[in-house]
């Protein structure tokens, strides 16, 4: 199994750009996150899933989307790209609610200029 | 609103000492709480979790917490630090009631082990 997997690993954008970052999981997982981790920040939730076709915003929502289509992928958009979005994006799924285990991605490191 | 406060974001020891990272909790009900470590470069992996079953918590690679109510903490502890051990250490914490989908994370302390 691969776990939890994230595409691309590292990305450079410009501002005013757009861009969206996939999520998949092959653990049958029906809870499904976006963080953002910054320096002495910890990891703050972007948006959530408890299912396909779910979504939910998060602690920090502002200026990105996210999609659910399919069970296994999660996707997060940034529809026009701000340097205040660069950070390292992780994106985790559980089985069940916050009692569970999450499972986290590698992550992908954002730059925007 | 429930939160996670890790004293110390950085901590220093040498190999061989005993580690000791603190996290404080505030919930309003019986939490559950979680240790999670990222090793640089990676992503955030389960060292152990406290659901009620029992106050002190094992974990994997020798790390073990115990829940102390009384004083709302779920310090993580290793008697005796390995150079492996290095990387950084989120506290988090989970509501047991309700429609709770989320954990809330400590900023983190960064375990450096000298040898």
């Known amino acids: 199994n691969a776990g939890v997997t994230q595409t691309p690993k590292f990305r450079v954008l410009k501002t005013g750009q757009s861009m969206t970052l996939l999520c998949a999981q092959d653990?049958?997982?029906?809870?499904m996150y976006w963080y953002r981790q910054d320096p002495g920040m910890g990891l703050r939730l972007i948006h959530y899933?408890?299912?396909?076709?779910?979504?939910a915003k998060g602690e920090v929502p502002d200026g990105y989307n996210v999609s659910r289509l399919k069970k296994q992928n999660f996707l997060l958009g940034l529809e026009s790209a701000a340097p205040s979005q660069t950070s390292v994006y992780f994106c985790?799924?559980?089985?069940?609610?916050?009692?569970?285990?999450?499972?986290f991605g590698p992550g992908t490191r954002l730059t925007v200029l | 609103a429930q939160s996670v406060t890790q004293l110390g974001s950085h901590v220093s020891v040498s190999e061989g000492a005993l580690v000791l990272l603190r996290c404080n909790y505030s919930?309003?009900?019986?939490?559950?709480l979680f240790w999670y470590v990222q090793y640089p470069n990676q992503g955030l992996q389960l060292l152990l979790k406290?659901?009620?079953?029992?106050?002190l918590v094992k974990g994997i690679n020798g790390f073990e917490a115990e829940f102390k109510k009384s004083e709302t903490s779920f310090h993580l502890t290793k008697p005796s630090a390995h150079m492996s051990d290095a990387a950084e250490y989120f506290c988090?914490?989970?509501?047991?009631?309700?429609?709770?989908?989320?954990?809330?994370f400590g900023k983190g302390t960064l375990l450096t082990v000298n040898p």
């Open positions: 985790a799924s559980s089985y069940g609610q916050g009692w569970n285990e999450q499972f």
């Open positions: 653990m049958n997982h029906e809870y």
């Open positions: 899933s408890v299912g396909e076709g779910t979504t």
């Open positions: 919930s309003s009900v019986p939490p559950y």
């Open positions: 406290y659901t009620s079953a029992a106050t």
């Open positions: 988090a914490v989970s509501n047991s009631g309700g429609s709770n989908y989320k954990l809330t």
